[in-house]
């Protein structure tokens, strides 16, 4: 039996590390309103948050607490989703209205996330209603924590920057095109942090290191960002460290996000950062300005060229980025093991992307299924054991079949270890995204793809991010562990896709780990349609 004094000693230790432990918790109340914006020259309604057109940076740290108080002051319902923050254990919280209840008009919501075993650069945006499309977007840093090294020195300074293509329009009638049954036009520009041409500048001093975080919050175009004069060193995407690699240029598709480390030893005078569409005609150019600090001397002449047209440019360079092995940090962990090349696959799923005509209006499907949504946010409905729709309602193959409307729901048992294969038909660079996970990028070729096609697949140091692009008439390879249960959103990232169909819902459960290995419904979680009224248990 230990002494007193000792026994005492050991009780205040633990309680102090106890204390200790616990994460921090980072606030943030924000206001949504519409505003007007003249991103493009011309005034449209745009969504603003605490008054700013892109909202405002979240800064955290690995495993941060984030407390998200969001007033809904526009006059339809809204939902904030966390692009790349994987809500552990917790797909109550996600953002998507297939598990998340909207926030009603003149009401509130309090998001609690925990930023857990994660660190890299993401973005949030609204998911519904195409408000994507009027603003409400802004970046997701989430530092290591101090005692973990990083695999490069502090930069002088941390920007992000957010790209995306742009339509003049005011959201509801770009929405009301969709609505209406046709496919949404050619964007009419594009902006770098909300900007049009040379409406944005970096200030820099000569020899000294800046980190860019990269994001793609656009609706539909790949983007190929670029620096005059300058190489950009890539170094983390999406929560992955990368190999150090230097690129003129770098294509970022739709949805994805990458830092790079630029350094300033060019001569000291303005200089363009250069921001095009990919695959298209014609093709759109924005600028924004690198000003090195001093500099009187103001960009001038065109901005530098990029590739255009390029599949194979932009192939080659995708398969270029690879996983930083000898990088500390959060990664991926299936089975205790970081070998993910030696585990053995459980299952593999094709899903193939189409579009085409249902009732005479423009659809999209996976697996020949265009996603309509319930009245009810399918989380909830599992949850409460109410029913409304069929786990399996989408095949693991693609059936060849014409377009129908269902909503799709594809079930994978818990701590599966699993291939999937995007499958891309069309003629035009798709991008995926799947909430709540982290995946590696083993394979992407052209043509159809087959079993003898894993033979090319890279089972070394892929890298691991939570969005990839499929090039036209190819072919996309991913392993997931799926190591997070919930309901999980797995869609396009082209959002007038996503919004006619082109997305679906991955339960990840076993009966019997259900309750026991995900979190408790949170108890300020909004209740709507089907389960408006009910009570849920206390945290």
Known sequence: MLPLKLALAVFLVAVVNTV??????????????????????????GILINGQFPGPDIYSVTNDNLVINVYNSLDEPFLLSWNGIQNRRNSFVDGVYGTTCPIPPGKNY????????????????????????????????????????????????????????????????????????????????????????????????????????????????????????HKMTLVEVEGTHTLQTS??????????????????????????????????????????????????????????????????????????????????GPRPNPQGSYHYGMINTTKTIRLASSAGQVNGKQRYAVNSVSFVPLDTPLKLLDYFKVGGFKVGSISNAPTGGGIYLDTSVLGIDYRQFIEIIFENNEDIVQSWHLDGYSFWVVGMDGGQWTQASRNGYNLRDAVSRCTTQVYPKSWTAIYIALDNVG?????????????????????????????????????????????????????
């Open 20 to 45: 200790v432990a616990e994460d921090p918790y980072r606030y943030f109340d924000w206001n949504v309103t519409y505003g007007t914006i003249y991103p493009l020259g011309v005034p449209q309604q």
């Open 247 to 328: 690129y003129s240029s770098l294509d970022v598709h739709v949805g994805q996000s990458y830092s790079v480390l630029i350094t300033a030893n060019q001569e000291a005078k303005d200089h363009y950062i250069v921001v095009s569409s990919r695959f298209t005609t014609p093709v759109l150019t924005t600028t924004a300005v690198l000003h090195y600090s001093g500099s009187n001397t103001p960009v001038s002449g065109p901005p530098p060229g990029g590739p255009t047209i390029q599949i194979d440019w932009s192939l080659n360079q995708a398969r270029s980025i690879r996983t930083n092995l000898t990088a500390s």
């Open 487 to 539: 309901m999980w959103n797995l869609r396009t990232e082209f959002w007038a896709r996503q919004y006619l169909g082109q997305q679906l819902y991955v339960r990840v459960y076993t009966d019997s780990t259900s309750l026991r290995d995900e979190y408790p419904i949170p108890r300020n979680a909004r209740l709507c349609g089907k389960v408006a009224g009910r009570h849920t248990r206390p945290l």
């Open 110 to 229: 309090t998001y609690n996330l925990q930023v857990k075993d994660q660190i890299g650069s993401f973005y949030y945006f609204p998911s519904l209603a195409f408000h994507k499309a009027a603003g409400g977007f802004g970046g997701i840093r989430i530092l290591s924590r101090p005692r973990i090294p990083v695999p490069f020195s502090d930069p002088a300074n941390d920007y992000t920057i957010l790209i995306g293509d742009w339509y003049t329009k005011n959201h509801t009638a770009s929405r009301a095109i969709l609505d209406g049954g046709k496919k949404l036009p050619f964007p009419d520009g594009i902006l770098i942090n909300g900007r049009g041409p040379n409406g944005v500048t970096f200030t820099v001093e000569q020899g000294k290191t800046y980190r860019l975080r990269i994001s793609n919050v656009g609706l539909q175009s790949s983007l190929n960002f670029r620096v005059e004069g």
